[in-house]
């Protein structure tokens, strides 16, 4: 029997794949899941944009996070990272919940009657190495701490804070229940801690049988592969480029640093030319990236070229 290729409920598109249908389990297990952040019972979470797109890795407003308008007419946008995407984190969180406040409809009511929304970010990379606690909550304080509005809120699961124990504990509280499920599904020697994680938690069991379902679907899995092809592409195409840029510009320092030597000495103009020209080009690699859209930091992780210097 040809083995089925593992999934794991940490990469985005497999976690859409799962909380973002719109099936009686899936709608459950969401649920679930949402209450747990919220600390307040869920009954009903309209996912707004159940598609799947993964044509521009680059475009997160396709980055497979799931949009939920729940009962009481908040909003919730939850959304899984295993990997660092590069951009700022901080800015990306506070864009989102902005975006998702000022998308209410506020012609004819009052501001007080805007419904709260939620950004959820569970994340498999340290995203606040400052903050020792595996889930945090951003709000609007004033200077002394004191809550200025509860109407804006960012949420984040930093998986890789969670105590990495193999044995239920009865004590957890629901948040680090589904943090150890993500963090096991795919480890076989927590084989006991996922069964009684399943026994504990309805909303937990829900998630695993969509899970599985997902596993066993040629169709599903296509999609889930297709969309780890593009990001590899992608991401091992600016490798490419980099490792080509820096070559041609080695290149053409060189050869500038050998006719520059023959009038000031060969080896101080061949050190000056390869330096130049090194650096010339990874002012024009910055200048294409910054064209099409790269962020200032991703720049210069791939460059080593800070803003303001191409």
């Known amino acids: 029997m040809q083995k089925i290729p593992q999934l794991d409920p940490r990469r985005d598109i497999v976690f859409k794949s799962i909380f973002g249908k719109t099936t009686e389990k899936a709608s459950f297990a969401r649920n679930s899941l949402i209450s747990a ?86 994340s498999n990379e340290k995203l606040f190495p400052q903050e020792e606690k595996s889930l945090s909550l951003v709000q609007y304080r004033f200077e002394s701490g004191e809550l200025f509005s509860d109407k804006l809120n960012i949420m984040t699961l930093d998986l890789s804070k969670l105590n990495d124990t193999t044995k239920f504990e009865e004590e957890l509280d629901a948040i680090k229940r589904w943090g150890l499920y993500f963090n096991s599904a795919t480890d076989d020697s927590r084989k006991e801690l996922i069964k009684a994680l399943l026994e504990k938690d309805e909303g937990i069991r829900m998630a695993d049988k969509v899970f599985y379902e997902v596993t066993q679907d040629d169709y599903e899995r296509a999609k889930i592969f297709e969309r780890e092809k593009i990001l590899m592409d992608y991401y091992s195409g600016l490798a490419e480029a980099k490792q080509k840029g820096l070559k041609k510009g080695l290149e053409e320092g060189l050869e500038q640093g050998l006719k520059k030597g023959k009038a000031e000495g060969l080896e101080e103009g061949k050190a000056e030319g390869l330096a130049e020209g090194a650096q010339n080009e990874k002012a024009k690699i910055a200048q294409t990236l910054k064209a099409k859209g790269f962020s200032a930091k991703d720049i210069e992780e791939i460059t080593g070229l800070k803003e303001g210097s191409y």
Request: charged fraction near 25%; hydrophobic fraction near 35%.
């Open 37 to 122: 952040f919220l600390g307040k019972p869920v009954t009903e979470s309209t996912v707004l944009n159940p598609e799947l797109i993964p044509y521009d890795i680059r475009d997160k407003a396709t980055r497979l996070d799931i949009l939920c308008m729940l009962d009481d007419g908040s909003q919730v946008n939850l959304e899984m990272q295993m990997c660092n995407t590069g951009d700022s984190i901080k800015e990306r969180l506070c864009y989102y919940c902005s975006q998702l406040f000022v998308s209410q409809k506020s012609r004819g009511i009052w501001y007080e009657d805007l419904n709260p929304v939620y950004v959820i970010l569970i």
